[in-house]
């Protein structure tokens, strides 16, 4: 099915490492890191899983190299400095 997308311009906050990942996996599945946004998302709102085995373990040594060793459960817990 192809469906015609309108794609906006968008300024979020992330965590600096969880970023880093996020890119370092869509260069590695040569997509951008939008894409593989729109992706997990997709994926997420039908509570299917977004990877392959391969690219899990992909993602376990991406968060090796960036040190991020947050889980899903951690997310309700991120608290910000602010100074």
């Given at each position: 099915?192809d469906?015609?997308t ?6 979020i ?9 996020l890119k ?6 040569d ?7 729109e992706?997990i998302a ?5 509570n299917k899983p977004a990877?392959?085995e ?6 376990k ?8 060793d ?14």
């Amino acid at each position: 099915m192809d469906q015609k997308t309108e794609r906006t311009q968008t300024g979020i906050r992330i965590e600096k490492r969880l970023l880093k990942v996020l890119k370092g996996l869509a260069e590695s599945l040569d997509m951008t890191l939008g894409d593989l946004i729109e992706g997990i998302a997709l994926h997420s709102f039908e509570n299917k899983p977004a990877f392959s085995e391969e690219t899990l373990e992909k993602i376990k040594q991406l968060k090796k190299v960036y040190d991020l060793d947050w889980t899903a459960e951690d997310s309700h817990r991120f608290k910000e400095d602010r100074e």
